[in-house]
């Protein structure tokens, strides 16, 4: 069935994803080179296309473990690749903003891969739930 909860917890790694293209991960501040005033550029998922890219296999991923509901085995795996998806959208966000200036800021935005890595977690572990009651179920009636 598509009303299990795993596909709520799919469904909110989609919006994390979708909001980790919106939401910086961090900011940088340059001085202008004619002025006295201080720019500021906010680095986001769609700042790099290799990010662009992750977060857009990480929203495949999960959209597709959510209709593979008759297949928990490959729905497992899916949940699975999309946790590393995750993982490592977040640690390319951190090399990406430990390579740059002294000035850079870490924002809210580094921590949304790491809920949806949590929430891809939250998924699995619901499928396994979902396979050890049917092999309860199973068990009973033979």
């Known amino acids: ?5 795993q596909t709520i917890w799919l469904l ?5 994803m979708v909001f980790s293209i919106y939401i910086p991960f ?17 680095m986001k998922a769609n ?10 296999v990480s929203i495949a991923l999960a959209g597709f473990g959510i209709f593979l ?13 999309g946790f590393v ?7 390319y966000e951190f090399i990406l903003a430990n390579n740059k200036a002294d000035n850079y800021v870490l924002s809210f935005g580094i921590a949304l891969p790491v809920g949806s890595a949590l929430l ?5 572990s619901g499928i396994n739930a979902d396979e050890k009651l049917i092999k309860s179920i199973d068990r009973l009636r033979d």
């Open 12 to 16: 909110l790694s989609i919006i994390f």
């Open 47 to 56: 700042f790099n296309f290799i990010l662009t890219i992750i977060v857009a």
């Open 85 to 91: 998806s995750s993982i490592v959208l977040g640690i």
């Open 26 to 42: 961090g900011h940088q501040a340059h001085a202008a080179p004619t002025e006295s005033a201080v720019v500021t550029i906010d």
């Open 69 to 81: 509901f008759k297949n928990r085995g490959l729905q497992k795996m899916i949940c699975l690749l």
């Open 1 to 5: 069935m598509i009303q299990r909860k």
């Open 120 to 124: 891809f977690l939250m998924a699995w």
